[in-house]
């Protein structure tokens, strides 16, 4: 029999295989060994365990639901650790050059190779939005190497091609963009640069731990993540026409004066003659929107060089709103210049472990202490 007081002079009894715990009393009250205790009390208790859950330690709490939504707005999702065929058969790569892959991005890829993702890590549902970004600059006072005056790439209606524009940034593309569209026209170090505003932003509020860091996806994470556990030529299978409900890619939308691409497209109409807002299309396996096409992924490290006259190179990776079949497979690796950007170009980020020093590198990018 455990005995718990419930009040002056008042005792309540309770079989309780003789464990001590919490019991009710017929007059409301709750005892706990020899102790009594109300239940506005305990009411007030769990109000005081609830606030103390929207601090920092809230943030490691919420994460073992699979996903949490970070300081900006933006929705992580857990990735498991797992292995993986990495690369492309060359009868994938001779597919994709009937179905207009270039021939130099062809050249980046490799054949299959096992490959081991050893510790999970969280990676952005979505590519950095317009606003996500804007977030970060008016924060920061950062300036993308396109407003430094490294022009990025864009296309050029008048001409028929891709030249490099004055007055285009991630703040003005040459065609419409609301802060749910993903931000471009950013070089790797502008990507980066929000990497470690993000990092010292969510550490400083408790949000991470001091050995976490926001960086860019490695060229195996983005890869594993986008396959989701297939072999498939893309996420959903070989089929390039099953794109129309998973990707913003290059279709049959008109342009805004009513014109169409000059180059091969694909058979449909999504509404969206360049970006598309982040998440307008189906997901992939791991919960994760436009892993193919809207824009082009900038990836953490470097292309492997051809030679050693080969100068150092970033991966883009995913295809973008102007590519073709051959283009936005899970496979393909596009190989550029470290201060390149487009119209099609953007990112999208990996919260994992790391060093809790910030690199060099990083810090060159120019953001503010």
């Known amino acids: 029999m455990l005995i718990c007081r419930t009040g002056p002079g008042k005792l309540a009894g309770s079989r309780l295989s003789g464990k001590r715990g919490l019991e009710l009393s017929p007059r409301g009250h709750y005892g706990l060994g020899m102790f009594p205790v109300r239940r506005s009390v305990i009411i007030g208790l769990l109000l005081l365990l609830a606030v103390a859950l929207m601090g920092g330690m809230s943030w490691f709490w919420i994460r073992s639901l699979g996903r949490f939504r970070n300081s900006v707005g933006m929705v992580m999702v857990r990735v498991p650790p797992g292995e993986f065929l990495m690369g492309s058969t ?6 994709a050059r009937q179905h207009g892959a270039q021939t130099e991005w062809l050249r980046n890829e490799r054949d299959p190779q096992a490959v081991s ?9 979505t590519e950095v939005t317009v606003g996500q970004y804007r977030q970060f600059v008016e924060n920061s006072g950062y300036r993308t190497r396109a407003e430094l005056g490294t022009l990025p790439l864009t296309w050029d209606r008048s001409i028929e091609g891709w030249v490099k524009q004055e007055n285009r940034s991630w703040r003005e593309h040459g065609f419409e963009q609301t802060d749910e569209h993903p931000a471009t026209c950013l070089a790797w170090a502008d990507a980066k640069a929000f990497c470690v505003w993000l990092t010292r932003r969510e550490r400083a509020t408790g949000r991470i731990a001091p050995n ?13 993540t986008c396959r989701g556990g297939t072999r498939t ?51 992939t396996a791991h919960g994760l929107y436009d892993l193919h096409g809207n824009v082009w992924e900038w990836c ?64 060159e990018a120019g953001v503010k202490r």
């Not at 060359?90 to 597919?95: A, F, H, L, M, T």
């Not at 976490?212 to 594993?224: I, K, N, Q």
């Not at 099953?242 to 939308?253: G, I, K, M, P, R």
Request: proline share 9%; aromatic share 14%; with cysteine.
């Open 117 to 125: 993702i050893e510790q999970p890590f969280w990676m952005s549902r």
């Open 90 to 95: 060359p009868e994938e790569r001779d597919w």
């Open 300 to 363: 953490e490290n470097n292309s492997m060089p051809v030679s050693t006259n080969y100068p150092p190179r970033k991966i883009l990776r995913g295809g973008s709103w102007d590519n073709n079949a051959g283009n936005f497979r899970c496979a393909t690796r596009r190989a550029v210049m470290l201060n390149f950007a487009s119209d099609t170009t953007g990112f999208r980020v990996v919260l994992a472990r790391g060093d809790e020093r910030l690199s060099p590198a990083v810090t």
């Open 212 to 224: 976490e860091v926001y960086r860019l996806p490695t060229d195996a994470e983005w890869e594993y």
């Open 233 to 283: 030529r893309f996420a959903w299978g070989d089929d390039p026409g099953v794109a129309q409900s998973f990707a913003n890619v290059l279709d049959a939308t008109p342009l805004p004066d009513g014109g169409l691409w000059v180059v091969q497209y694909l058979p449909w109409e999504d509404g969206f003659a360049f970006t598309a807002p982040v998440g307008c299309f189906k997901p």
